[in-house]
């Protein structure tokens, strides 16, 4: 069953403007079948190249152009899946474009790692770019109310399309699958990454400190590696679609925290299936159901803009040494918005008095299941005075 991506519209409207299209995004998050449902219903003919295959990645690599020019003859769309597999996939897709321009080129990767040092500079000016994440709240519910409902699923198994229609046995089942054969290949596969046991356990350690910030020199000491081989594994990790981070506001306090960041993860069944926490969620036998619905909320406006091809807004947190913090802001056009996030709706909260102080036109909205939907929409009215 398809059920229709909210991306889509905007691939679609951009076929045949003279740009390659490049779509970024996690392994099995829908981006080949995105691709090939959109391709299905153009009247022109295509091609699909699975760069995974050896034979096709043998040709590209060898960049032969009587070879290359071949796989566009008769053909108005190339689409190269997985592509980020092909050395200096960036390059022979600027000789294509540059050569047959009247060819829409597609370009899919699950690591932006590999992908966008190799086709980010060579095709500078040819190319758009574009994420697909695991399904939206947005895409699988129409009322904020259903979408209410449905948020605890959410948090528990996360939104991967391969989840729909499973029961829960099923699902914990796939998520350790994908999380063992699917998520772990690209990081594992980057040279000098020697100890895969390493990765497994900081992300463990990364999956109970989400909605904090993480100390690099903490996360050094337990994994008794360098502080700058776990910053470089943090970065594979975001890279790889697993995990996002925020970095810190900060602009007129002279305590204001500057340097550090919180991590989130990309989908939240895979934070679960790390550490075997799929609990259903409820405040008194789990004690990370804030935690959990703040790296949702976060997430989920992550893909709405994605989805509706808008640019990001600055997006951090905010604390001072004082202990003074907000989970989340938005900072667009020298507008900041301010969020707290509540699981319980009953729980009020009040601007941070310093905050207020330094910031006084900034808006301060709490987020809880009822509004959920107006946050992620950008919508949010309610504004909490101090």
């Known amino acids: ?63 032969n152009t009587q070879d290359l020019f071949s796989l566009v003859k008769n053909e108005r769309i190339l689409f190269f899946d997985e592509a980020q597999v092909v050395p200096g996939i960036g390059s022979i897709l600027k000789t294509l474009f540059d050569h047959h ?6 370009a899919t990767g699950s690591s932006s790692f ?9 095709l500078t000016g040819r190319s758009l770019e574009f994420t697909l994440y695991p399904f939206s709240l947005l895409e699988q519910v129409h009322t904020a109310f259903d979408g209410e409902q449905e948020l605890s699923n959410l948090l528990r198994f996360g939104s991967y399309p391969g989840l729909i229609e499973l029961n829960e046995e099923d699902k914990k089942v796939y998520l350790q699958t994908l999380l063992s054969q699917y998520l772990y290949r690209n990081v594992l596969a980057v040279a000098g990454v020697r100890k895969p046991e390493v990765i497994t356990l900081l992300l463990k350690l990364l999956a109970f400190q989400i909605g904090n910030e993480v100390s690099y020199r903490e996360l050094s000491s337990q994994l008794k590696i360098s502080q700058q081989t776990v910053e470089r594994y943090v970065d594979l990790l975001e890279k790889n679609f697993i995990l996002f981070r925020l970095g810190s506001y900060a602009r007129n306090l002279r305590n204001e925290v500057t340097r550090t960041r919180k991590v989130y993860f990309v989908d939240l069944g895979i934070r679960n299936a790390l550490i075997d926490s799929f609990a259903p969620i409820d405040v008194l036998s ?3 159901v804030g935690q959990l619905f703040e790296n949702a909320m976060i997430l989920e406006r992550l893909k709405f803009l994605a989805n509706q091809g808008k640019a990001y807004p600055g997006m951090y947190f905010w604390r001072t040494f004082t202990q003074q913090e907000i989970d989340y802001l938005e900072v667009e056009n020298g507008q900041i918005q301010a969020f707290e996030f509540k699981w319980n709706a009953q729980k009020s909260r009040h601007v941070p008095p310093l905050f207020h102080k330094a910031y006084p036109e900034a ?9 959920a939907f107006d946050f992620i929409r950008g919508e949010t009215k309610e504004v909490i005075q101090t």
Do not use: W
């Open 1 to 63: 069953m398809y059920l229709q991506r909210d991306i889509e519209y905007i691939l679609k409207k951009h076929l045949f403007g003279g740009k390659v299209l490049i779509l970024y995004g996690p392994r099995q998050s829908g981006k080949t079948t995105l691709i090939k449902q959109i391709l299905s219903n153009q009247e022109v003919p295509f091609r699909y190249i699975d760069c995974e295959i050896f034979e096709n990645r043998e040709l590209l690599t060898k960049r």
């Open 101 to 106: 321009p009247e060819v829409q080129y597609i």
């Open 114 to 122: 590999e992908l966008a040092n190799t086709v980010s500079e060579p």
């Open 286 to 288: 789990r004690q990370d």
């Open 363 to 371: 808006r301060f909205i709490t987020v809880t299941p009822r509004n």
